[in-house]
């Protein structure tokens, strides 16, 4: 199995056990980009429940989750296994009222 199989697969279980998740550089608590900082700020403002990825942890995780979605940048947000997009895209969704019915199909 090569490294970039095992990648896959944990990101593929990350997805799996996870509604929301967010592949972000840092964490919720200390985020080390201001993307990143913003794309948690969002979902906060959504009352949403996420699962947090640092890629600053995991080089591989962080190169393997850029070719997983074909999208070059973090952070990424994920519902349902599905690829939302970055901090920006979150943003003009969220000033809709369009991410938080994304995120609605989430709440048990």
């Not at 900082?37 to 009352?47: E, F, K, M, P, S």
């Not at 962080?62 to 990424?76: S, V, Y």
Request: charged fraction near 20%.
């Amino acid at each position: 199995m090569t490294a970039e199989t095992n990648v896959e697969e944990r990101i593929q279980e990350t997805l799996k056990s996870n509604p929301v998740v967010l592949y972000m550089k840092g964490t919720p608590q200390f985020p080390q980009c201001g993307f990143s900082g913003r794309a948690v700020q969002i979902l906060q403002a959504c009352d949403t429940e996420f699962a947090s990825v640092d890629v600053l942890a995991d080089q591989e995780v962080r190169e393997g989750i850029k070719r997983h979605a074909n999208w070059p940048t973090i952070p990424q947000l994920y519902v349902n296994g599905e690829l939302v997009g970055g901090s920006d895209i979150m943003m003009e969704l969220y000033q809709k009222g369009e991410l938080q019915q994304i995120l609605a199909g989430t709440k048990g």
